[in-house]
């Protein structure tokens, strides 16, 4: 099943990237849709139990993946599956690899981070803490999909316009989305922090686990806000193709800022030096974030402006915008 799980992944940020993000999405709901319904049908109606959900599973990923590929054999797509250009090129895997490295080491380092946490929490907090972070993790994870959906829109916009030299564009498409992504955050935190505990009473009632959660949410996602600007900053810097400040800010929240935080403040500040490492994190990540795109904001200016004094015309070569 994992070869067609990568299969199914892969195509889809194919087409996402040629601008289809609506074909994707679809993909995405069939899968889904046919996995909840084949989810019980061979759990219980076959007595696959546990065996039954994994075939589901990987049969609705094959489904969906399916679909995709048929869209490019069929001609529809702008990539054309051809035997002469299915022979890998170096060079291309090489920008493959250096682009995407970042987002490898971003999801090994969300298990590496895990593990400091987990630690931290059970010395300075105990179970209570463990199951109170889960809670938050899984609420919080609603909030930052939706930015990410915002960045994987974001990334064939870039794409197609750097291509084309039109960097007002690309300036344009970026506010947006810093205002969209920033705007979710504040409304998901406000709307976390006034029903939370009839989020956390979803799990447990016991009372010494909503004491601990309200408090953890309280702090723990008051970065929230501020998330969306790591994420659009480092899928612009991948869809522009820079390796270096994509794998830097890919890193940057869980690996380079979160890990030693969750290491130092609760030396200080116990339980709550845990929570606390998270906006803090969040913070440092921001202001590395605005750093990098404000350079990119400048030459895009300057280059803009040496146009209208040159020419007066929106087109010239293609500089590199860090």
């Given at each position: 099943g994992g070869t067609v799980f990568v299969f199914g992944v892969a195509v889809q940020n194919i087409v996402r990237s040629e601008g289809n993000a609506r074909l994707a999405m679809n993909a995405m709901l069939v899968g889904g849709g046919l996995n909840i319904f084949l989810d019980p049908f061979l759990m219980f109606g076959f007595g696959m139990g546990v065996k039954g959900a994994a075939i589901a599973t990987v049969i609705s990923q094959a489904i969906a993946s399916v679909w995709l590929l048929l869209y490019y054999l069929k001609g529809k797509g702008a990539v054309r599956f051809r035997s002469e250009t299915l022979k890998p090129d170096l060079e291309i895997v090489k920008e493959i690899v250096a682009i995407g490295i970042g987002s490898f080491v971003m999801q090994c380092s969300s298990s590496f981070m895990m593990i400091f946490v987990f630690n931290a929490l059970a010395t300075y907090g105990g179970d209570g803490a463990i199951a109170v972070f889960g809670v938050i993790i899984k609420v919080n994870s609603f909030i930052f999909m939706s930015l990410l959906g915002m960045g994987f829109g974001l990334q064939p916009i870039v794409g197609?316009?750097?291509?084309?030299?039109?960097?007002?564009?690309?300036?344009?498409?970026?506010k947006l989305s810093l205002a969209a992504t920033t705007a979710i955050g504040t409304l998901g935190l406000l709307i976390i922090l006034l029903f939370k505990e009839q989020i956390l009473g979803l799990f447990s009632a016991d009372p010494q686990y909503l004491e601990i959660g309200e408090n953890a949410m309280t702090i723990m996602?008051?970065?929230?806000?501020?998330?969306?600007?790591?994420?659009?900053?480092?899928?612009?810097?991948?869809?522009?193709?820079?390796?270096?400040?994509?794998?830097l800010l890919s890193i940057s929240r869980q690996l380079l800022f979160l890990i030693p935080l969750v290491?130092?403040?609760?030396?200080?500040?116990?339980l709550n030096g845990v929570w606390a490492a998270f906006p803090v994190s969040d913070f440092l990540a921001f202001l590395l974030s605005g750093f990098l795109l404000l350079r990119v904001y400048k030459v895009f200016k300057e280059y803009k402006e040496s146009l209208k004094t040159a020419t007066g015309s929106e087109t010239a070569d293609q500089i590199s915008p860090i």
């Open positions: 197609f316009n750097y291509g084309a030299k039109k960097y007002g564009r690309i300036a344009e498409a970026v996602l008051l970065g929230m806000p501020l998330v969306g600007m790591n994420v659009i900053t480092s899928i612009l810097f991948q869809a522009l193709g820079k390796a270096r400040p994509a794998f290491t130092l403040l609760p030396r200080f500040y116990q």
